[in-house]
């Protein structure tokens, strides 16, 4: 992957920081995309201490405009797009269905479905445009195959997921450009916790973590790994699928 280049959306903490440094880790340049610009300037030193390239741009994927201009802004500085991970998402507001707010319901719909929408538009006409084909990884869930009371909004998101994955490899696979989903279990990271505060650390523990085959929650570093391994070549001939890496949870729901 050296000199190739891979943009990050949701890269400002979690599985979205992780996955910057592996590819930078790697040998690629690395472009890391989301809202919170000081938490992306503190990884652009980070990766670029230890000798790497990076660069960020504050960029909201629910908007056009702004995908569109974190798309330019990765053409513009390093020259290519070879890889796409599209991880930015929110677990918005859990509530029952008869209690949840049509904007609540929007916002959650336009950033983890509609946001990973436009970020395959714009990514994928610059991959077709620099014809050099590519690697998109699109970020779900388990909750990609499984609902949950109260989540109705974040479920559909992820669902929704799986479609659009499918439906995009199938249209740009002919190009070389290969679209995968990648389906993380329960992660450390600062949603996790704030799930984890809402449902209870006593509930989670004695009902959650024991239908985990591997009986502990992953870390942002495995799954950055196995978005890395999506877009390498050792992934070549996998495109429209679906990585689950969960720890086996989904094996016993």
Not at 83 to 101: Q, R
Not at 188 to 196: E, G, Q, V
């Amino acid at each position: 992957m050296k000199n190739k280049v891979a943009l990050i959306t949701g890269a400002s903490s979690g599985i979205g920081r992780a996955t910057a440094e592996a590819f930078a880790a790697k040998g690629a340049h690395v472009v890391v995309a989301a809202r919170r610009k000081e938490e992306l300037d503190s990884l652009v030193a980070s990766i670029e201490a230890k000798g790497g390239k990076a660069s960020a741009i504050k960029t909201d994927v629910s908007d056009a405009k702004s995908v569109e201009q974190m798309v330019a802004h990765t053409i513009k500085v390093f020259g290519r797009l070879d890889f796409a991970i599209n991880n930015a998402g929110i677990e918005g507001k859990l509530n029952m269905i008869t209690d949840l707010a049509e904007d609540d319901w929007n916002q959650v719909l336009d950033i983890n479905l509609k946001g990973v929408f436009l970020s395959m538009k714009y990514e994928a006409r610059a991959m077709l445009k620099l014809g050099n084909g590519g690697a998109i990884v699109n970020i779900g869930s388990v909750n990609s195959f499984l609902g949950f009371a109260t989540g109705s909004a974040y479920v559909t998101s992820k669902h929704g997921l799986i479609g659009l994955t499918s439906s995009v490899s199938a249209e740009l696979g002919p190009q070389g450009i290969r679209v995968n989903l990648l389906c993380p279990g329960a992660i450390d990271t600062p949603m996790h916790h704030r799930i984890r505060g809402i449902v209870g650390d006593d509930l989670y523990d004695k009902h959650l973590l024991p239908t985990v085959h591997l009986q502990r929650v992953g870390r942002s570093e495995e799954i950055a790994r196995a978005a890395v391994f999506l877009c390498s070549d050792d992934a070549s001939y996998i495109t429209g699928s679906t990585l689950t890496a969960d720890g086996g949870l989904t094996l016993t729901m």
